[in-house]
């Protein structure tokens, strides 16, 4: 008899430009979030020692001045006197470490694309800047002047913008795991008994954690409220 031979399994191919397309049709903020940040890389890891870039000193939270061949910070008075506001929130774009930055960006990703899907490019860069001015503004608050950076304080704030807002509007809830708040709260915790510096990964602006939380949970409630007010209107409108 004859003998019957199966055709070769068909193998799809990787197509990796196809996917970032569809991703940056899908979200584009978030997408452009992690690009800025990629691109902005360079500058926080060039910035080793006594080696500050002069990117990286504009980029930092309080101007610096040079007095006697050292470099010392200005009061925030005299920064925003000069009327460099961009500080306020600049800090956010620069990390330190691979660890750091890749950390931060799949958060950024997993979190950013679900505000950005359920509420637009808008929200989330609304989110984003409110997020870090607060996260900024309490880390120089509880800690005074320093180099510090990084997109955590964001993150803690889309989260807690993810949270309140899925309280808010439950029949429109993010989808974020329960766990994953739990997870954020203990971490948030754990950072602010330094037990996480004693490990040699740097340490923890403990500050702009619950900052970006905090802003993050009003931004929530504002945007949430006013979601459930108009969908509250739509549901009484006459007809």
């Not at 691979?98 to 979190?111: G, K, S, T, Y």
Request: contains cysteine; charged residues 10%; hydrophobic residues 50%.
């Amino acid at each position: 008899g004859e003998l019957e031979i199966e055709p070769p399994a068909v193998i799809p191919t990787f197509r990796p430009m196809t996917g970032f397309v569809r991703a940056l049709r899908g979200f584009p903020m978030t997408i452009a979030l992690i690009l800025i940040n990629l691109v902005c890389f360079p500058i926080g890891m060039g910035a080793q020692g006594d080696e500050l870039g002069p990117l990286f000193q504009q980029m930092m939270f309080l101007k610096l001045e040079l007095v006697g061949g050292d470099l010392y910070f200005t009061s925030l008075a005299s920064t925003l006197e000069s009327g460099e506001f961009w500080r306020l929130l600049t800090p956010m774009l620069i990390h330190f470490s691979w660890l750091h930055i890749v950390f931060n960006l799949l958060w950024v990703w997993e979190i950013g694309r679900r505000i950005e899907a359920e509420s637009g490019a808008a929200v989330l860069l609304l989110v984003t800047l409110f997020t870090s001015l607060c996260a900024n503004v309490l880390q120089y608050l509880m800690s005074g002047p320093g180099f510090f950076g990084g997109m955590s304080g964001v993150v803690f704030g889309l989260l807690g913008h993810t949270l309140v807002w899925g309280r808010i509007v439950p029949l429109r809830s993010m989808g974020v795991p329960r766990g994953i708040y739990i997870f954020m709260l203990i971490y948030l915790v754990i950072g602010f008994t330094g037990a996480i510096d004693l490990l040699g990964l740097g340490s923890l602006a403990n500050g702009a954690h619950l900052g970006g939380l905090l802003g993050g949970l009003l931004g929530g409630l504002a945007t949430g409220g006013l979601a459930g007010l108009l969908a509250r209107r739509r549901l009484h409108r006459p007809r």
